[in-house]
């Protein structure tokens, strides 16, 4: 193996391990939030940037592996997201949404420890 087939398939392992890799973020949701065309249920969801789209993935709680309402924790549902950088660090990770009566519209996440904003809907 050349010098330059050694490079680019050490290049190629980085990059794909980076994405592997992409740091997740918890928010919560107490009631049914809107993403885009999507419907978020109540509860923690793991959210995660890649390829420019935000990955949410609810998380189970002691019984709640077995839910009765059919839905499947661990279901990764992905959602088309504007990425934006504020210019400063968020100090927390934050979720700015719209109550429209029994549920939400969500806005944006800040994701903390990032200057990086998530922006839904635009």
């Given at each position: 193996?050349?010098?330059?087939?050694?490079?680019?398939?050490?290049?190629?392992?980085?990059?794909?391990m980076g994405i592997a890799s992409a740091k997740s973020?918890?928010?919560?949701?107490?009631?049914?939030t809107k993403v885009g065309a999507t419907d978020l249920k109540p509860g923690t969801y793991a959210v995660k940037l890649v390829n420019g789209q935000a990955v949410f993935t609810r998380e189970a709680k002691g019984s709640e592996v077995y839910p009765m309402d059919g839905e499947t924790y661990g279901k990764p549902i992905t959602v088309p997201v504007t990425v934006q950088h504020a210019g400063k660090k968020f100090?927390?990770?934050?979720?700015?949404?719209?109550?429209?009566?029994?549920?939400?519209?969500l806005h944006e996440i800040d994701l903390g420890g990032t200057d990086t904003k998530l922006v839904f809907g635009q």
């Open positions: 193996m050349t010098r330059q087939s050694l490079f680019m398939a050490c290049a190629l392992t980085l990059s794909v973020y918890d928010v919560s949701f107490d009631k049914t100090s927390e990770t934050a979720v700015e949404s719209a109550n429209t009566g029994d549920s939400a519209n």
